[in-house]
């Protein structure tokens, strides 16, 4: 974990995070092609949200041009479109004497949580036993982000977001330390490859998310269809997926997502530059995804219905969930070749306007046909479900459990228990967002 958080800071000198304090503590400095700046007397709420592109296939305007400008409006009018906006986007405030944006936001999440395990007998003797165990995971995260509509019609946005993690090291890692400029944008930020995040589950939430480096370009085809392409690198949590540093070629990563406001289809492949030896010897590895999230209403109540399958050769890291590869990606040295595939079905059904319930099915299946003594394959299933309670806004009281049927067989190698059996998890929860 050491290595883990040696990696954490040093992303702290990553030129997207650089740029990104620039932006926040002076964003008159960083931004001298910005709009003439109105002087306001006292804070005025706002929300950072990039207003939308126009689509590249339509003649029709699209609606980002005109939020673009209402930006620079009267600050009376700013109140009232902020009033208007049914955006998830966490309320801020205009800097005095500017027309940047900024918000911070962040969740604090603890509990009690119990752990069990049963290991198959065949394996008693080839992994390391742990007890049962009882603990009390504290995490949070910590973001702020600014945004502000410059001269040339263009919005400029940064994002700095921290996670702390009792469970793991008491130092904070960087989830995202990213600029955007127009459909540009560069940093450390969540990979544009993956869709399905388990965000409602708090067992999967909790892990941070498969950060990358990254440079892309995102552009809106038409109104409901957006394509993107990104050059994306693993050096940002390179240790913590247990492959060893050393010069490499950036990941390729194309994306096109449909949104229609009810139905999400993600699809995105990849190519992966894998790393046989200390040397120069390489191999190209390749992935794909398509996911899909459906929102209706059911009963009454809205009910959304989420999954995702991917696949990939020699790119053992663009496949299953945070837990996954966690769990996996340790066991995996260079030169290893790799040929796996994970699916995730979810569905999420508010009970009433306080209750609400979520659940989850996935597997995942890395097979090893690298010859030798290390040649092997690992399976993991899991389940899981929570109720929710949210009595006040911001508030989430819950209970949670999960069942992991996980195997990993891979000759010459002791492996820990949770991966020799059943692993069965129960957690009570209280989150607070703000």
Known sequence: MSSVMAMGHRSLLHPGVIAALVSLLGPQAATGALAAVKRRSALHGCTVSAPEQSPLLSSKAGNGTRQAEDLGDDPDDDDDDDEADGSDAPAGFYVPGSDTCVSISGTLSTGMQYDWYRIKAPAAGLVRISPDVTTFPITASLRLESGQALANGLYLST?????????????PTVEEASITLGPFTAGVTASWFDFWTGEDFVLVGRIPSRTVGLFGVNRR?????????????????????????????PDGVARLLYDDGTLTIHGAVALHDQRLTGDSSRRLGRAAIIGATWQHALFGRNTILSGQIAGAIDAAPYIGSQLDRRAVLPLLAIGHATRGWSGVLSIGHDLSDTWSTNAYVSRYDLKLPFPGSEAGHIRIDRLSANLVWKPFNGIKIGVEGS??????EILGRVVSTSLAGRQTSLQVFLERAF
């Not at 050059?231 to 949590?237: G, R």
Request: no cysteine.
């Open 221 to 249: 085809l038409t109104d409901t269809l957006q394509f993107s392409l990104s050059a994306e690198t693993l050096e940002s949590n390179q240790s913590a997926l247990g492959f060893s540093r050393g010069a490499r070629m």
């Open 159 to 171: 994002a700095i977001e921290f996670m702390f993690d009792t469970t793991s090291d008491d130092n």
């Open 403 to 408: 069942t992991a049927w996980q195997n990993a």
